[in-house]
């Protein structure tokens, strides 16, 4: 599936519905060029993770894609309607899970998915039925009339993704939507994330968190100063470079040397006088490989 | 039509919450004036040959509809800069002119809040005004002017401190020459030529014109009509333009 183009990895689709297609995509701040020509399609039911560091322009292609900024030049499409010219009916396709937590913090957790669901055109029966229905899929009934500045940050993220599922969007959009939360919360939204994949959804992640884009992404695409560099299944890019990664200190420096296979490192360790880590390789070698840059910030 | 009122009920809701500490702020400012302005005077100043507390309520009237609906800018700032609220909003498929409808009716509500606790007020003071329809058309049209005006200019700042600056340029000054406090034909000739400029001036005389039961001028009502209209467009390009 993977091809080489210029050194850089591309993925071909071969079967993909298009839920999000994206062409040439560029996005300029006054001189700051955020995005420099994107190209993209994410198939129907796919997880597909944007990794990239700060800066990089993963959350500048979410805002353009539900609305909340406007490209410079291209297209893009959600489930076939244009975000520009049919801007009304691709932001009926999505729901969005930004970065920062936004919720009315003074109102209830039921007002603040009422109100979404007013905004989305729900009727009331339909709203107050799926309420209920989310509340207890993301695990929060208990605190339905609870204020939002009564939660944890925890249950706020849990809220939210309750928010941006009322109504059933096709796409879900999901910005850095761990960043803040201690480990077994994480967890808890990764299972959560996997269930809303299970319904249908087609789900666009961002995230600088390289295991959380190995648990859940189907697919991953690397971005760099608004590029992407390098997009694949997580497993084929893993696997173009090896199994298993040796980091050792070279002259003050970090080298990580690649193996096919255990038998091949441990032969290697074998030879070994100084300190070294043996471990498995991960999507950060990838990123490291195609740009000499760490995906951390 | 389904978005202006989602758009709406979020900012009563808040409103609700709050209700009391809001009301209790409402009450503040018209107490104090009522004092220092109107008791303070004494009951023997009189204006136009009527007591100054007969001048003063419409005046406070005009006043308050217009700080009350302005304050919209700052519900506005808060759920832009702090809460990010603006964001769930330009997510939803709704369109800028359902936005910009529903937060300038939340800010004619608010106008007409704080006028039901001066009526109160006067109420409670013993001063009888007549509160016709023209009374209540040149408070609503006042309301809608400022409400407007706010919400381009919450478009337009970039922080809280900005959203402050312009109040205190622009609300302040309005506040106190715009005929609230004092009949303007009592200021030189180049004053008034100014003060005419002020939409608070013709909000103050339209409704102090209608409290006092003349017949309405219309030009103040055409002229906070045409400067409503012309705002309300405005807030709607400010709105678009904020999404960059």
Redesign the interface.
């Known amino acids: 599936m993977g091809a080489r183009d210029g050194g850089r990895l591309r993925w071909r689709s071969q079967n993909s519905h298009g839920m999000i297609r994206i062409e040439n995509l560029k996005k300029n701040y006054r001189t700051i060029e955020a995005l420099k020509g994107v190209n993209l399609q994410v198939g129907e039911g796919e997880i597909f993770a944007y990794l990239g560091p700060n800066g990089s322009g993963k959350t500048t292609t979410i805002k353009i894609l ?5 490209p410079s030049s291209g297209d893009a499409y959600l489930s076939g309607y244009h975000i520009l010219r049919q ?3 691709a ?2 396709q ?1 729901g ?1 899970v ?1 970065q ?8 209830t957790v039921y ?1 603040n998915l009422n ?2 669901g ?4 729900m009727r009331r029966r339909e709203r107050l039925s799926r309420i209920d229905e989310l509340l207890e899929y993301v695990d929060i009934k208990e605190r339905r009339d609870s204020p939002v500045k009564q939660l944890s940050g925890g249950m706020k993220r849990r809220v939210m993704v309750a928010r941006a599922l009322m109504h059933a969007p096709r796409i879900l959009f999901l910005d850095e939507p761990t960043v803040g939360l201690d480990p077994t919360i994480r967890r808890k939204i990764w299972s959560l994330v996997k269930k809303i994949q299970q319904s249908g959804s087609t789900i666009f992640l961002t995230t600088h968190y390289i295991e959380e884009a190995e648990f859940l992404a189907d697919r991953v695409a690397f971005l760099e100063a608004g590029r992407i560099v390098a997009l694949d299944a997580p497993q084929a890019m893993m696997g173009r470079l090896g199994a298993w990664a040796m980091d050792e200190i070279v002259n003050g420096e970090m080298e990580t040397t690649y193996f096919k296979g255990r038998e091949e490192a441990n032969r290697h360790v074998a030879l070994q006088k100084g300190s070294f880590a043996l471990r498995r390789v991960n999507l950060e070698d990838v990123f490291l490989s195609v740009t000499g840059k760490k995906v951390q910030p | 039509m389904r978005g202006c009122l989602a758009v709406y009920e979020r900012e009563m809701l808040i409103l609700k919450k709050k209700l009391a500490r809001q009301l209790a702020s409402m009450s503040v400012g018209p107490i104090l004036y009522l004092i220092a302005f109107g008791l303070g005077m004494g009951k023997d100043v009189q204006v136009h040959g009527r007591p100054y507390l007969e001048f003063l309520i419409p005046g406070l009237v005009a006043m308050s509809s217009m700080t009350q609906a302005f304050a919209i800018a700052s519900e506005i700032n808060i759920a832009r800069f702090y809460w990010r609220i603006f964001e769930e909003f330009q997510a939803a498929p709704i369109r800028n002119i359902a936005y910009v409808t529903g937060e300038v009716l939340a800010g004619i509500t608010r106008g007409l809040l704080s006028i039901g606790v001066i009526l109160l007020i006067a109420l409670i003071a013993g001063i009888a005004l007549s509160y016709n329809l023209f009374f209540w058309l040149a408070v609503v049209l006042n309301s809608f002017v400022f409400a407007s005006l706010a919400v381009c200019m919450a478009m337009l700042v970039r922080s809280h401190a900005d959203q402050a600056l312009l109040t205190n340029f622009f609300i302040t000054p309005m506040a106190f020459l715009g005929g609230t406090f004092f009949p303007v034909d009592r200021m030189p000739l180049w004053v008034q030529k100014v003060l005419d400029f002020l939409p608070l001036t013709h909000a103050a005389h339209a409704i102090r014109g209608a409290a006092y039961g003349e017949t309405p001028q219309p030009f103040s009502y055409l002229l906070l009509a045409g400067l409503g209209g012309m705002l309300f467009v405005l807030a709607f390009y400010c709105v678009s333009k904020a999404k960059e």
Request: aromatic content about 4%.
């Open positions: 539900t609305g909340l900024a406007s801007t009304l009916d932001k009926r999505c969005l930004p920062t937590i936004n919720l009315d913090h003074e109102l007002e109100i979404h007013k905004l989305f055109h």
